[in-house]
């Protein structure tokens, strides 16, 4: 404990870091997936192959840059986490696009939520334990 009181989880360090690392990531994973769609895969696909870059891209970032924390032991639950949040992901992306909605803007419309989801559980399931405490 450093004696300083703790900053509020909006303006953590840890918390700015997440939202700057979240823009990358998000760009990176809904960019590749815009990507595949263009190049006329489906959807399904398009996710899939998108999700499967994403992940390692943010895997190095979230544990290098976010919780200063990681390695190889962390990997492996990043990677299951990051499999259910995909099947909750294509789920409702596929009964979005099968009700009528647009393609991209399924995709678009899934990243807020994708994104809270993602973060909470790698803070309190992932790195828990393993983040540094300096700006929890």
């Known amino acids: 404990m450093t004696g300083r009181p703790s900053a509020p989880f909006a303006a953590s360090p840890r918390f700015l870091r997440f939202l700057m690392v979240g823009v990358f990531n998000t760009g990176v994973n809904y960019g590749i997936y815009a990507l595949f769609i263009f190049a006329g895969l489906g959807y399904i696909a398009a996710a899939t192959l998108s999700f499967a870059v994403g992940l390692v ?8 840059y976010v919780f200063d924390a990681g ?3 962390a990997f492996f639950p990043y990677v299951v986490s990051w499999l259910a949040i995909y099947l909750l992901h ?4 596929g009964l979005l696009v099968r009700n009528g ?7 678009a419309i899934l990243v807020p939520p994708v994104a809270v989801i993602s973060f909470l559980v790698m803070r309190f399931v992932v790195f828990r334990g393993r983040a540094a405490p300096k700006d929890a």
């Open 57 to 64: 891209v943010s895997f190095r970032t979230h544990s290098r």
């Open 90 to 93: 294509i789920t409702v992306l």
């Open 71 to 73: 390695g190889v032991r």
């Open 101 to 107: 909605m647009d393609s991209y803007l399924a995709g």
